[in-house]
């Protein structure tokens, strides 16, 4: 019935590509999943206007869609399996269409000139350069760049609106008096105010907006740590990926940006046991947790529709995506963890038992993080004040 339905919509006719997207869309494991997909207004229209002609599998072509959430899960199909070529890091594309609109929705006068500037040479070339690095979650990435070019357009608006200045005229206290008030978002002007101050040759026009220190770190007890990692194994009606992806977090503190870019081969079993290779050294998995470990990378998640034969151990509901972090933030609270506490929590027992060298290694954080956990918990060693020295000594570290 599902065939019958896509090819009268899709008419395919000779095109091989549109026989390949029905013959993708019918192999699901779960067709009713595609009939809700299909049910859906802006799903059918983008199907029915492949189907008349009026949209054709070019990148081009679906760039000048409006965007939709639809849209974008579409392309990430065509892409996953083949029917669209890959054009880079997908992250990166996102991005260069938010900022090209954002852009055009700030007023033409110095303001949008100024954010431009920003945004161009401090933020895009930086998002490009770190998409080099397959390590590197470009959701994060983004979402950081979006998060201050839009801070740094309020700010340019707000001196215009209050005191009725543009960029060349931003003193130290219209900083001030900007972050005395307002949103806490404000404190992302940050690195726009630092970047402007090198336009400013003179030690008097320098400008700076203070980096202000939490007053505490979000912290669980040892025994509600313990806690979590019972719920982690023992609550099955709990999807096995979410309780793996929790353990993960609870005995590795392996940040949920870097969890969700895990790719199976990660986890490797052999004649001695399980590893898991979050660092440059893979770690010992404990042997009562490596059958739940193994099932999940046997069948991960979210491939009963359109994601499968894909190489993520935590697969997104897009195809040939990762989970956002987000969601899986937002998930692990069914489980009762907090992932910043969770993290905290485990780092802190971590630095107690473990060398800083082989944290290092095992976890792949840097000297710097370990340092700062190593401060907090009051652990005196030799090798953590060497590498805090290097972390403070080193360029950029400021």
């Not at 492949?50 to 899960?73: K, M, V, W």
């Not at 060349?168 to 900083?175: E, F, I, K, N, P």
Request: proline share 6%; charged share 25%; net charge positive.
């Amino acid at each position: 019935m599902i065939t019958e339905d896509l090819t009268a919509l899709l008419q395919p006719r000779d095109n091989i590509s549109l026989h390949r997207l029905i013959r993708v869309l019918t192999d699901a494991d779960r067709p009713e999943s595609i009939y809700t997909y299909m049910r859906g207004a802006k799903a059918r229209e983008l199907l029915t206007a492949i189907g008349e002609r009026r949209l054709t599998l070019r990148h081009d072509a679906f760039d000048a869609l409006p965007r939709s959430t639809a849209a974008e899960h579409l392309r990430a199909l065509l892409m996953h399996h083949g029917m669209l070529p890959q054009r880079g890091p997908e992250p990166v594309a996102r991005f260069e269409r938010w900022l090209a609109q954002k852009l055009a929705a700030i007023p033409d006068d110095s303001t949008r000139t100024a954010i431009e500037r920003f945004a161009t040479w401090h933020h895009l070339n930086r998002v490009r350069k770190r998409a080099e690095d397959p390590a590197v979650n470009l959701e994060t990435v983004t979402h950081a760049a979006k998060q201050e070019i839009t801070e740094a357009a309020k700010l340019l608006s707000w001196l215009a609106d209050t005191h009725g200045a543009d960029v060349s005229g931003l003193t130290q206290a219209h900083v001030d008096d900007y972050l005395s008030d307002g949103p806490s978002t404000r404190k992302h002007i940050r690195n726009y105010v630092r970047w402007l101050t090198h336009d400013r040759p003179s030690p008097r026009r320098r400008l700076e907006a203070p980096h202000r220190e939490a007053k505490s770190v979000p912290m669980l007890t040892q025994t509600q740590r313990i806690d979590l990692v019972r719920n982690c194994l023992e609550w099955e009606r709990v999807g096995v990926s979410l309780r793996v992806a929790g353990l993960i977090l609870l005995l590795w503190a392996h940040p949920l940006n870097k969890i969700v870019m895990l790719r199976r081969d990660r986890l490797q079993r052999g004649p001695t046991g399980m590893t898991i290779t979050l660092g440059a050294q893979p770690a010992a998995v404990p042997e009562a947790i490596t059958d739940l470990f193994w099932r999940h990378a046997q069948r991960p998640s979210n491939q009963q529709t359109t994601n499968t034969a894909t190489e993520w151990l935590f697969p997104g509901t897009r195809a040939g995506a990762h989970l956002h972090p987000g969601t899986l933030s937002t998930r692990l609270k069914v489980l009762g963890i907090d992932a910043q506490r969770a993290r905290n929590a485990t780092l802190r027992d971590l630095v107690h038992d473990v060398d800083a060298r082989s944290l290092i290694d095992l976890l792949g954080y840097s000297p710097g993080i370990i340092s700062q956990h190593a401060a907090r918990t009051g652990v005196h060693m030799s090798d953590y004040i060497s590498l805090k020295g290097a972390h403070e000594r080193a360029p950029g570290n400021d």
